[in-house]
T-cell receptor, first 112, second 114 residues
């Protein structure tokens, strides 16, 4: 079982560039999430989705966009990269109700 | 202000030396409290969910307990392979409709040396 797969693993962006972080899961989970983890800080929720076509903002959505066209995929888009977006980004999913979150192994993004 | 506070930030134990990690939360209306383990370069790995005060869950050398304002992760006779960062997270009833919308603490970095 692949679980939650994130690509790329690492990326360096210049200020103002854009990119899409990919996330796909093969567990048929309706619920998907994007978190960011900064050194010495707790994970913060960026966006989440409760099913295809439905997304909502988390704690720190500014500078990001998401879409959910299929159950499997939940890409995160950065339109104008800023140094403050340097972080490790984790995608997660779960089946809802009492089921726990399954996390991918993260994308480490540096904006210089 | 952090809603979830973990202590200590770092803990070094000798193999076999039992100890506890603490997680305290400040907001009422707890939906669930979660413990995760995170190894370097990896995503968090689920350990336990606790829902109500008095609840306890065990897995190998780990035991999680919950009171009205905090949770403890007890580690009995730890081994070097227990070295990792342990994350605590909470979900609230009034902060969204999904149990996966979590508020994380900063973690406790545990090192167990032989």
């Amino acid at each position: 079982n692949a679980g939650v797969t994130q690509t790329p693993k690492f990326r360096i962006l210049k200020i103002g560039q854009s990119m899409t972080l990919q996330c796909t899961q093969d567990m048929n989970h309706n619920y998907m999430y994007w978190y960011r983890q900064d050194p010495g800080m707790g994970l913060k929720l960026i966006y989440y989705s409760v099913g295809a076509g439905i997304t909502d903002k988390g704690e720190v959505p500014n500078g990001y966009n998401v879409s959910r066209s299929t159950t499997e995929d939940f890409p995160l888009r950065l339109e104008l990269a800023a140094p403050s977006q340097t972080s490790v980004y984790f995608c997660a999913s779960h089946a809802g109700s009492d089921s726990p979150l399954h996390f991918g192994n993260g994308t480490r993004l540096t904006v210089t | 202000e952090d809603q979830v506070t973990q202590s200590p930030e770092a803990l070094r134990l000798q193999e076999g030396e039992s100890s506890s990690l603490n997680c305290s939360y400040t907001v009422s209306g707890l939906r669930g409290l979660f413990w995760y383990r995170q190894d370097p370069g990896k995503g968090p790995e689920f350990l336990f969910t606790l829902y109500s005060a008095g609840e306890e869950k065990e897995k190998e050398r780990l035991k999680a307990t919950l009171t009205k304002k905090e949770s403890f992760l007890h580690i009995t006779a730890p081994k070097p392979e227990d070295s990792a960062t342990y994350l605590c997270a909470v979900s609230y009833f009034d902060r969204g409709s999904t149990l996966g919308r979590l508020y994380f603490g900063r973690g406790t970095q545990l090192t167990v040396w032989p």
